[in-house]
T-cell receptor, first 111, second 116 residues
Framework: DQQVKQNSPSLSVQEGRISILNCDYT??????FLWYKKYPAEGPTFLIS?????DKNEDGRFTVFLNKSAKHLSLHIVPSQPGDSAVYFC??????????FGTGTSLTVIP | DVKVTQSSRYLVKRTGEKVFLECVQD?????MFWYRQDPGLGLRLIYF???????EKGDIPEGYSVSREKKERFSLILESASTNQTSMYLC???????????????FGPGTRLLVL
């Protein structure tokens, strides 16, 4: 059973606008969450993370929000750029060793 | 910079062949992982290893085995390849979580395997 879900397989956004990618999880023991970005024919690269003791973490144009009561996290990209076009995976962990990944959201930023 | 390398970017094998996928990391990471990525299914964990000579099953270990004889190297073996094992295979590594700051997994570029 999928413990981490990304219900939107794809998202299109105009350049300069905000991109919001969503992720839901079912396991209340998860205490660490990450976002990875993946270009075609490359491995995923780490983007940003958040610990369950926080509800927001920011790194430049990327902000991750965590709502523990709703078991929901989101990634905001502002402003979106064409180079942000990629597949984004959210991941969650409760042990710090094994990660559970979502199914991915393909983001297209239209110039 | 962390470097995780995989022996092949593309492989074509026939049904029934034994297939070896190699992964090497140069950061002295204790943990190593093998995933497969399929459309609509995301990244699914096949096997992982916390130390030399140890292995743990992930979510989809059937049809696969692994070997970790050295800390830097983690091999995925398809004993008898089948068409449903056509996929993108991704290796990752990380330091072992020891409490405090969480560790990030670093991925290799992937091996796209086609089984005919």
């Amino acid at each position: 059973d999928q413990q981490v879900k990304q219900n939107s397989p794809s998202l299109s956004v105009q350049e300069g606008r905000i991109s919001i990618l969503n992720c839901d999880y079912t396991n209340s023991m998860f205490d660490y969450f990450l976002w990875y970005k993946k270009y075609p024919a490359e491995g995923p690269t780490f983007l940003i993370s958040i610990s369950s003791i926080k509800d927001k973490n920011e790194d430049g144009r990327f902000t991750v929000f965590l709502n523990k009561s709703a078991k929901h996290l989101s990634l905001h990209i502002v402003p979106s750029q064409p180079g942000d076009s990629a597949v984004y995976f959210c991941a969650a962990s409760s042990t710090g060793n094994q990660f559970y990944f979502g199914t991915g959201t393909s983001l297209t930023v239209i110039p | 910079d962390v470097k995780v390398t995989q022996s092949s970017r593309y492989l074509v094998k026939r049904t029934g062949e034994k297939v070896f996928l190699e992964c090497v990391q140069d950061m002295d990471h204790e943990n190593m992982f093998w995933y497969r990525q399929d459309p609509g299914l995301g990244l699914r964990l096949i096997y992982f290893s916390y130390d030399v000579k140890m292995k743990e099953k992930g979510d989809i270990p059937e049809g696969y085995s692994v070997s970790r004889e050295k800390k830097e190297r983690f091999s995925l073996i398809l004993e008898s390849a089948s068409t449903n094992q056509t996929s993108m295979y991704l290796c990752a590594s990380s330091f072992r979580y020891k409490g405090g700051e969480e560790e990030t997994q670093y991925f290799g570029p992937g091996t796209r395997l086609l089984v005919l």
